[in-house]
């Protein structure tokens, strides 16, 4: 079965010409009509994947990522002229997955495509829960679990825990938590990884895990017992 990606692009050429490219490599595209409910458009189509235009009429990319997000942990791949580092670190912010500026670079944009696919749907039905000080992984449903709460997590963050509950209390480089989130894609801003697990923090901070995830310079990531354990 085809994977889906919904395109949600105001430009008719530019959406016609992803289409065309997406479709060539086997892809099920859908392209967005009413940019007042992109959100309920996303949601009948349960696409395996967004390429979410950042400039668009009415509301802006920022926003409908937003919006998706409250009910969907879909992949988001941004796409927009605008070059800024802020731009892409907003991006990711408010939940995007990755960011490919305009003009499009097909090649590029098909490989941040694929290595998004791979991530996200890459754990099967026997992927065990992890836990740790009393906090639980769900890698099947991709969920954070703790004293009768839950929060979902995008395919990059799930990632990153997944690593860091495996180590179990022991630090994990930097290195190794980008080699295992974007499978060495060359193409990976510096601000990447520190935006996935400024955003991790939040989700944590909100569940009563602040300072879950701490950090020693030049030597990575790891969980904290004691913040779990209180």
């Known amino acids: 079965m085809a994977e889906k990606i919904f395109v949600v692009e105001d430009d008719p050429v530019i959406a016609a010409g992803l289409e065309r490219e997406l479709t060539k490599w086997h892809y099920q595209v859908q392209r967005a009509e009413d940019f007042e409910a992109i959100d309920q458009e996303c949601r009948r189509f349960a696409p395996h994947l967004v390429l979410l235009d950042l400039n668009l009429p009415s509301y802006d990319g920022y926003y409908w990522c937003q919006m998706i997000r409250k009910d969907s942990d879909v992949p988001i791949l941004f796409l927009s002229a605008r070059d800024t580092s802020m731009d892409q670190v907003m991006a990711m912010q408010v939940g995007g997955d990755d960011y490919v500026t305009k003009p499009i670079d097909l090649p590029l944009l098909l490989a941040k495509v694929q290595a998004l696919l791979r991530r996200a749907y890459r754990y099967n039905s026997a992927s065990e829960i992890l836990a740790f000080a009393g906090v639980q ?53 510096d601000n990447t990884l520190a935006v996935n697990i400024s955003r991790l923090r939040k989700k944590l901070s909100d569940m009563g895990l602040a300072d879950f995830i701490k950090t020693k310079k030049r030597v990575g990531y790891a969980l904290n017992e004691e913040v779990a354990s209180q």
């Open 137 to 189: 992984l769900d890698p099947t449903k991709a969920r954070l679990l703790y004293q009768g709460q839950a929060s979902d997590l995008t395919a990059t963050e799930l990632l990153i825990l997944k690593q860091l509950f495996q180590a179990q209390g022991d630090y994990v480089s930097r290195e190794s938590l980008m080699e295992e989130c974007w499978l060495g894609e060359t193409y990976i801003d």
